[in-house]
């Protein structure tokens, strides 16, 4: 039997969490057709991917192997979708992410496409109202099994730099928490700041849509007197690789002038991870980045240091899961609790396949 002391070293060593991340879900209930781990991979080979079933289930298969998981988003989980949500105000995209165990996700500007008021009752659950009788497409729920007409959300959307002009406070959340043993890690959602320059002005009336980088700056203070020291974006922002064959585990280019790198460059050297969206791109920027090759046959790995810098020179880990349900983001984060902090963070992309036999067997398990 092991004595206290031996308890209390164990509890002193770093041990590993997981990160899940997707964006740009789009209420992708179903597949949205093949996709690639890269742009060489002819059309005829590439693998049909995504769908919330097969989605729900690489998800599952990653919370297997760690207890210790938290499940994100980087925005547009809903709007801009297909009519099998959309006919049903995007409900069913909010159902399926409750059965998948997201925890949080930022607001996209998609959130917005339906107005502020809308995405409160997407989050608190309640039937749509359409001048104050029940709308015939609203809260089905009970037709698939759900245990209220629509219960709203289980996962928490997150928006920091968005606030409410006459009362001065966010719309939603600015951040969540989630304690792993006695650490806890700050998850901040950020919406693009241009977002009333692409959706319906009514959309967005009466919020103000701030400096995302400089909303994050200002909360790192904030979250240090609470003792956190571990601090994860989720910003609904984004850029591109600039190969023409890019890879979704590639960083090419650095995303070079694009918006979020823009963004990272300013933050604070608090933050140790940035996992971003909008532009339905895939990629995969850490410090920690291998190259993968084959070299007549034989596969060949490179190191080479990557990621984005911020204000410091420092080089922060920065990911995107392309769109739709097609990648998901693996992260393993290693914390040390004698510092209370994250120390590595080590991002991999991985194609939402949905003829992996594995996975396959598992939907048919469970097909709910």
């Known amino acids: 039997e092991p004595s206290a002391a031996e308890h209390h070293d ?55 192997k760690n207890k210790r998981t938290v499940v994100v988003g980087a925005g547009d989980f809903i709007g801009a979708s297909p009519l099998i949500s959309a006919l049903f105000h995007d409900e069913p995209a909010v159902e399926t992410l409750n059965r998948i165990g997201v925890d949080f996700s930022s607001v996209g500007n998609h959130e917005f496409d339906k107005g502020s008021a809308e995405l409160l009752r997407l989050q608190h659950g309640g039937c749509k109202l359409t001048q104050g009788v029940q709308d015939p497409n609203s809260c089905q729920g009970a037709l698939v099994g759900t245990p209220v007409p629509f219960e709203g959300a289980r996962f928490k959307w997150l928006s920091a730099n968005v606030v409410n002009t006459a009362s001065g406070k966010t719309l939603l959340p600015a951040y969540g928490v989630k304690k792993f043993r006695d650490v806890r890690i700050a998850f901040i959602g950020l919406t693009l700041k241009a977002t009333p320059t692409i959706v319906t002005p009514s959309g967005v009336a009466g919020l103000e849509f ?156 469970d097909p709910t």
């Open 10 to 64: 164990d509890d002193e060593r770093p041990f590993d969490i997981k990160i899940i991340s997707f964006n740009d879900y789009h209420g992708n209930l179903q597949s949205p057709g093949t996709f690639g781990q890269n742009t060489a991979v002819p059309f005829a080979q590439r693998p049909a991917v995504g769908g919330a079933d097969v989605l729900g289930a690489y998800v599952a298969r990653l919370k297997a």
């Open 210 to 365: 701030r400096d995302e980088a400089d909303t994050v700056n200002a909360l790192v203070p904030v979250l240090r007197k609470k003792g956190i020291r571990s601090i994860v974006v989720l910003v609904h922002q984004g850029g591109f690789q600039s190969a023409g064959l890019s890879d979704i585990n590639g960083c090419d280019g650095n995303l070079a002038n694009s918006d979020i790198a823009k963004i990272v460059s300013r933050l604070d050297d608090a933050v140790d991870l940035v996992v971003s969206g909008h532009t339905h791109a895939a990629y995969n920027c850490s410090a920690n980045t291998v190259d993968v090759r084959s070299v007549n046959g034989v596969e060949a790995r490179t190191a080479r240091p990557t990621g984005l810098p911020n204000a410091t020179g420092r080089l922060v880990p920065v990911t995107s899961a392309s769109a739709f349900g097609r990648v998901i983001s693996d992260i393993d984060v290693t914390i040390d609790p004698r510092v209370r902090r994250i120390v590595a963070v080590h991002p991999t992309n991985r194609l939402v396949d949905r003829i992996d036999p594995e996975i396959a067997a598992a939907v048919l398990a």
